[in-house]
């Protein structure tokens, strides 16, 4: 990966390869801000798989898009997948899921939905596997003013929200994606979403600490920040909160299938 402002430990190693995964992994472990962010949005996508009906607590949960994850170290019990082999549980294409109807409590997505080719046939393929009251859970990237500027100007991954569809053409990188996909489907087409999916419902959105995040460097850039100064950054992000409309970049989303 090229992009200038990547982290060393990614120079020269393949998009989507086991390495990389790997090394990004390791970068979590090294920089504490990144953490912090995943460590939040894990329980909160845990919380929403737990939130599912009693009756259903046995059915498994499905992490999608699992790549350099370790949500399976919190949850053991957890579902790992990805579209490339060797680096979770199971490969699956989440347009076409491969469990029964009704059969699945949540489908969990970490900087996953925006690079899945056709978002309308995953969702087809969620309302059907999951069970009356399931979920998917998803922190992906938002459509304030600075995640358009930063997604559209400086992230080296594709920001359409001009897009007409729910799609993008399908290519061979890891880059395939349009990062602006949970905004069109659940904003601009929400009218659109619930008349082609009308047992699926938007139950919840919000936006999810930012100024951490942006200061890590997430887990391919640079940290602009030494750990050191750790626990001001995250206090910088309660003081921020106010501006989340102007300033947020991720929100976690809860779509939950009707009774």
């Known amino acids: 990966m090229s992009f200038p402002l990547v982290h060393p430990r990614l120079k020269g190693v393949e998009v989507g390869s086991p390495e990389w995964f790997a090394a990004q992994k390791a970068m979590m472990g090294d920089k504490p801000l990144v953490r912090r962010c995943y460590d939040l949005w894990y329980r909160l996508?845990?919380?929403?798989a737990d939130s599912v009906p009693p009756p259903f607590h046995n059915h498994p949960v499905v992490e999608l898009g699992s790549g350099s994850s370790y949500l399976k170290e919190l949850r053991p019990g957890i579902i790992t997948s990805d579209v490339a082999p060797g680096i979770a549980d199971m490969v699956i294409d989440g347009r076409s899921l491969p469990f029964p109807d009704a059969s699945v409590r949540a489908l969990l997505l970490t900087h996953v939905f925006h690079h899945i080719p056709d978002v309308e046939l995953f969702l087809a393929e969620a309302n059907r596997v999951l069970v009356p009251g399931g979920v998917v859970s998803?922190?992906?990237?938002?459509?304030?003013?600075?995640?358009?500027f930063f997604f559209g100007k400086i992230h080296?991954?594709?920001?359409?929200?001009?897009?007409?569809?729910?799609?993008?053409?399908?290519g061979h990188t890891m880059l395939d994606s349009n990062q602006a996909l949970t905004w069109i489907v659940f904003d601009r087409d929400r009218d659109v979403f619930e008349r082609k999916f009308p047992?699926?419902?938007?139950?919840?959105?919000?936006?999810?600490?930012?100024?951490s995040y942006l200061m890590s460097g997430g887990v391919n850039l640079r940290t602009f920040f030494p750990n050191v100064l750790t626990s001001a950054v995250g206090a910088a992000d309660r003081l921020l909160k106010p501006l989340d409309s102007l300033g947020a970049i991720h929100w976690h989303l809860t779509v939950r299938k009707a009774d």
Do not use: I
């Open 138 to 148: 998803m922190v992906d990237e938002t459509h304030t003013p600075l995640a358009r």
């Open 45 to 48: 996508l845990l919380a929403d």
């Open 199 to 211: 047992k699926l419902r938007l139950e919840q959105r919000r936006y999810l600490p930012w100024f």
């Open 156 to 170: 080296p991954e594709p920001y359409d929200d001009r897009a007409a569809t729910w799609s993008f053409p399908e």
